[in-house]
């Protein structure tokens, strides 16, 4: 005769898991899911304003890919895109990783830069904008006033007024002001490393530089995969940044238009300001969606790649 055992509380167990989970996957799915999912149906249709009522098919994707001016503002925009997420991702893992490495080091005033250091992200972005558009203003900011006074007039440039520079400073700006969050990730994982593994390292002698490739490197291969993603992320739905230091139309001459303003302009204005009716708008989210989720698909696999290989060694 069989007897089944029943571990005592396990039928409460997925009543309870339920009582935490539906709500949040309701409140996901009304939110977000739902959005896209309409914004998809949208992309279908063309028409004036707010309410487009003429079912294209697939003519606002193939506009948007090969039919002149919507072509040339989409592939302007993924270009601008790609060049801020690759200096965002460079400025804040590269800085992001070292600042972390020096803020676990013991010494006075370590706790202090670290507070210091996450200052920047508790600004709201229009701010950071205006402190960085009076920081660069070409006539009187304290930038081009510093490089006057000592002596490098020749390097004096209106930053945000030329397509060459205004992106990278866009970019600098946005990568100042979230670097306290690498800093943050880094730092915890590297004081999550156990002490013995460190201290076996200089046993055996290994330099500084070593002991970052070989010992600590290696351990933070996961977090150096969130914060490529959350940088991904970020970067591919910017678009406050943008608007606070250039407009709508990111200027100068679309040097800065990224796809969240090209979204905004292409949605929400009207033709006269580069609007191009809520279809074309929805189209351009609906690419946008895409491409974030098969970013963020790529990056894990190629973060879990690294971190098997890193591991088995």
Not at 8 to 30: D, E, H, K, N, Q
Not at 177 to 183: A, C, D, P, R
């Amino acid at each position: 005769m069989n007897h089944t055992t029943s571990i005592p509380g396990t039928r409460s167990v997925w009543p309870m898991i339920a009582l935490f989970t539906v709500p949040a996957f309701l409140i996901y799915g009304r939110f977000l899911l739902l959005p896209i999912i309409q914004s998809i149906g949208v992309s279908f249709y063309s028409g004036p304003g707010m309410n487009p009522s003429e079912f294209v098919g697939f003519d606002n994707y193939r506009n948007l890919f090969t039919r002149a001016p919507y072509n040339v503002r989409f592939w302007n925009a993924l270009r601008n895109n790609l060049i801020f997420f690759a200096i965002v991702m460079v400025i804040q893992n590269a800085f992001g990783f070292f600042m972390a490495v020096l803020l676990t080091r013991p010494g006075k005033g370590v706790h202090t830069m670290r507070i210091l250091s996450f200052l920047p992200t508790t600004l709201s972005v229009i701010v950071v904008g205006f402190l960085f558009n009076m920081i660069l203003n070409p006539t009187w900011g304290i930038f081009n006033e510093l490089l006057r006074i000592i002596g490098l007039e020749q390097f004096i440039h209106p930053w945000l007024g030329d397509p060459k520079t205004a992106l990278p400073i866009v970019s600098i700006a946005v990568s100042w002001q979230f670097l306290g969050e690498s800093i943050l990730f880094y730092t915890a994982g590297i004081d999550s490393i156990s002490p013995e593994i460190l201290e076996a390292g200089k046993i055996d002698g290994v330099s500084f530089f070593q002991e970052i490739w070989h010992l600590i490197l290696p351990s933070l291969v996961p977090i150096i995969g969130i914060v490529t993603i959350m940088i991904f992320v970020g970067d591919f739905t910017q678009f406050d940044i943008v608007y606070a230091m250039t407009t709508t139309r990111g200027n100068p001459a679309y040097g800065t238009d990224i796809f969240g303003s090209l979204f905004y302009r292409a949605a929400f204005q009207s033709p006269s300001r580069g609007g191009w009716g809520l279809g074309m708008g929805a189209t351009v989210s609906t690419i946008m969606s895409l491409m974030v989720f098969l970013g963020v698909s790529f990056w894990l696999f190629i973060f879990n790649r690294q971190k098997k290989r890193f591991f088995q060694d």
